[in-house]
Nanobody
Framework: QVQLVESGGGSVQAGASLRLSCAASGRTGSRYATGWFRQAPGKEREFVAA????????AYADSVKGRFTISRDNAKNTVDLQMNSLKPEDTAVYYC?????????????????WGKGTLVIVSS
């Protein structure tokens, strides 16, 4: 079992930055890829960013490319999402998830474990 806890959400003005963090506990010795996803009210969950277990192969949705950066610190069992130049359309609950298969995350498939999410609100 892996437990995931997201933190760092909040309410900001457009153009501001936030840094989300996903902390993992439990069976963290396994080689899990990690992804960030978001779900806005009335919309389906969408992929935001992914990173492989070794910190390689960072990938981003087109809507956040150039503004968001995903990184991980395996010594601390954390994966962060630095979000810059935030826009009102970035408003959503942000979730992190892990899976043993990086491509499951890229494909927004059935991930092994999910966190409970952190809310990001961006006002214009």
């Amino acid at each position: 079992q892996v437990q995931l806890v997201e933190s760092g959400g909040g309410s900001v003005q457009a153009g501001a930055s936030l840094r989300l963090s996903c902390a993992a506990s439990g069976r963290t010795g396994s080689r899990y890829a990690t992804g960030w996803f978001r779900q806005a009210p009335g919309k389906e969950r969408e992929f935001v960013a992914a990173i492989n277990w070794d910190g390689g192969s960072p990938a981003y949705a087109d809507s956040v490319k150039g503004r968001f950066t995903i990184s991980r610190d395996n010594a601390k069992n954390t994966v962060d999402l630095q979000m810059n130049s935030l826009k009102p359309e970035d408003t959503a609950v942000y979730y992190c998830a892990v899976d043993g298969n990086y491509y499951v995350i890229l494909g927004n498939g059935n991930m092994d474990y999910w966190g409970k999410g952190t809310l990001v609100i961006v006002s214009s």
